[in-house]
């Protein structure tokens, strides 16, 4: 059996002194895209600032085989600082390079490296003010690989973005998922059931965890996302219930 690149046992996490995550058990292997799913304030983003080492646990255990990258929403970066594409895939690096030392050849190598693989060169001296918002979306991107992480947490990457963005976009994770694990949050049901290797269906703690497959009852939804039978969601997910027929 392989080793886990992620493994949450029993994990909750108090915020403000009330339980936001409860009990969490989610395991996350190399190979994977999965999609973290559940309502606004589910603790979705709790759970990866937990696996980021951000938030300790009140009880439980995290454990993180590599080095974790993380790409937060896009309203979190600062776009208008005075910074080009490289200077903030640069900054992905600062861990090892130290605040107050140059970077070396090896650092913008890897700059590089990451800003080859979301396809960002060509844009490399653009001022990251001037950028669209799928462009952005790849700059933090790259960002969390500039230290070619074995484990990548995406936070909303697809909110505000047209559908040709999303969709290139979604064929970048799942490239990127090949050779690491890859865990995002997503409002996008409908995208995240047709891309991701596994759904976690999350409202402070798991209610289910599968493959697409295995997540065709409709309770499980109904119980996350607080939907009736009648749901447009369910029609969405092609997963009405019976008595709602
Ligand atoms: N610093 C904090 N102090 C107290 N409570 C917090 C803090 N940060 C978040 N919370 C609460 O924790 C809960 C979970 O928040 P979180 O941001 O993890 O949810 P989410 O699933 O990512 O939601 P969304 O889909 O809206 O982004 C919410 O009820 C939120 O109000």
Redesign the pocket.
């Known amino acids: 059996m392989t080793t886990p690149a992620v493994r949450l046992d029993r994990v909750s996490v108090d915020?403000?002194?009330?339980p936001?995550?409860r009990d969490v058990a989610l395991d996350l292997y190399r190979g994977e895209l999965v999609a973290l799913l559940?309502?606004?304030?589910?603790?979705?983003?709790?759970?990866?600032?937990t696996v980021l080492g951000l938030l300790r646990p009140r009880t439980g255990t995290v454990a993180v085989d590599g080095e974790v990258g993380y790409v937060p929403?896009r309203h979190e970066f600062a776009w208008d600082y005075p910074v080009s594409v490289e200077g903030a895939v640069l900054s992905g690096r600062v861990r090892r390079i130290g605040w107050f030392r140059q970077a070396g050849v090896a650092d913008h190598q890897a700059v590089r490296a990451a800003l080859d693989r979301v396809r960002m060169t060509h844009l490399r001296t653009r001022p990251v003010g001037e950028l669209s918002g799928g462009q952005r979306q790849r700059v933090l991107v790259a960002r969390a690989l500039a230290l070619d992480p074995q484990v990548l947490l995406l936070?909303?990457p697809f909110t505000g973005l047209d559908v040709p963005s999303q969709d290139h976009l979604t064929e970048l994770f799942v490239e990127l998922a090949a050779e690491r694990a890859v865990l995002m949050?997503t409002?996008d049901l409908v995208a995240a059931v047709h891309t991701c290797t596994r759904l976690c269906l999350?409202d402070g703690s798991v209610v289910a965890l599968g493959t697409p497959d295995e997540l065709h009852d409709p309770a499980p939804w109904m119980r996350t996302f607080g939907a009736s039978p009648t749901s447009p969601l369910l029609r969405a997910l092609g997963l009405v219930p019976q008595e709602a027929l």
Not at 15 to 18: E, K
């Open positions: 915020l403000g002194g009330r936001v995550l559940g309502p606004n304030g589910a603790g979705k983003t709790t759970l990866l600032r929403q936070d909303e949050t409002h999350l």
